[in-house]
């Protein structure tokens, strides 16, 4: 008979903890979709706000595409090789690419950091190419071919970082060769 009652008594614990449990979770699971919509809120408002400011330009790459194509000054930085990171294949490998800046001559810092003839940013031309090799050559054979998007948004935020500015809202890759 006690054999008996210890079953029961540990089938009804077992119930309540099953009901228990089941509420805890529909609390919980309420709670927390509720935080995942605040958050999404919170980090659509900080995108918006990233990329606004004057013409629609932040510090970010998701401005590509609101500057108008008369207003597109394209800067090349012709035949860079880049010797990438190494891939335990005992290989080296490089990339050799042209660097294609995209400028937007409605930014205010364009005179500041173009000039009216483009030789104030060539100064700065020696600094890109460290930042390039930098970035590019963070990345194996196989990452480059497979996040070559990923790698042109890493090296548009440091040069945007290093002129503290927008104005330079779009990197490209023009006639890449591996090796």
């Given amino acids: 008979m006690k054999k008996n009652l210890l079953a ?26 509720q935080a995942v919509a605040l958050i999404g809120d919170i980090a659509a408002a900080l995108q918006i706000e990233a990329n606004g400011g004057e013409n629609g330009q932040g510090f970010s790459g998701s401005a590509t595409g609101n ?13 860079m090789t880049i010797s990438l990171k190494e891939d335990g294949s005992g290989k080296s490998h490089y ?3 042209t660097i294609v800046l995209s400028l937007d001559k409605s930014n205010e810092d364009y005179e500041t950091y173009y000039g009216a003839d483009g030789t104030t940013f060539a ?3 020696d600094k ?5 090799t930098e970035v590019v050559g963070a990345y194996t054979l196989d990452e480059i071919r497979t996040h070559e998007d990923e790698a042109k ?22 006639g890449s060769v591996y090796q």
């Fill in 8 to 33: 029961i008594i540990i089938l009804a614990l077992l119930l309540v903890n099953t009901a228990m449990t089941g509420f805890m979770m529909l609390t919980v699971m309420t709670t927390n979709n």
């Fill in 67 to 79: 500057v108008d194509i008369s207003n597109m000054v394209p800067y090349s930085i012709a035949d």
């Fill in 95 to 97: 990339m050799l690419t």
């Fill in 123 to 125: 100064t700065y031309q």
């Fill in 128 to 132: 890109i190419k460290s930042i390039i």
């Fill in 153 to 174: 948004e890493a090296l548009l935020e440091r040069i945007q970082e290093l002129f503290n500015s927008g104005f330079i809202y779009e990197v490209s890759f023009s």
